[in-house]
């Protein structure tokens, strides 16, 4: 499991490449959105838009092909965990 701490609002290049799960976690609220991308490029959300989350929620989505690129719109501070096992792809 590989894991990257985020606290701007730049996209951020969680992984590159195919990966079987991946985990955001909330450490902070934070009012505006995470795009969730698979991609390496491009910012428009094609897994998920996650709308003023709340401290303490998790997020868990499956089968990424290319890459996880995050966008926060704003200040943020979660954590995003990528599930690298080869299994389930």
């Not at 606290?7 to 505006?32: C, E, F, S």
């Not at 490029?41 to 890459?67: D, H, K, L, R």
Request: with cysteine.
């Amino acid at each position: 499991m590989l894991y990257k701490y985020i606290t701007d609002n730049t996209a951020t290049q969680a992984w590159t490449g195919p990966a079987r799960r991946v985990i955001i976690q909330v450490n902070a609220a934070l009012t505006g959105t995470i795009k969730v991308i698979d991609n390496i490029t491009g910012t428009t959300a094609n897994v998920a838009t996650i709308t003023n989350p709340t401290v303490g929620s998790f997020y868990e989505y499956w089968g990424f092909q290319t890459g996880v690129l995050i966008i926060a719109s704003g200040s943020c501070d979660i954590t995003v965990s990528v599930d690298l096992s080869r299994s389930g792809i």
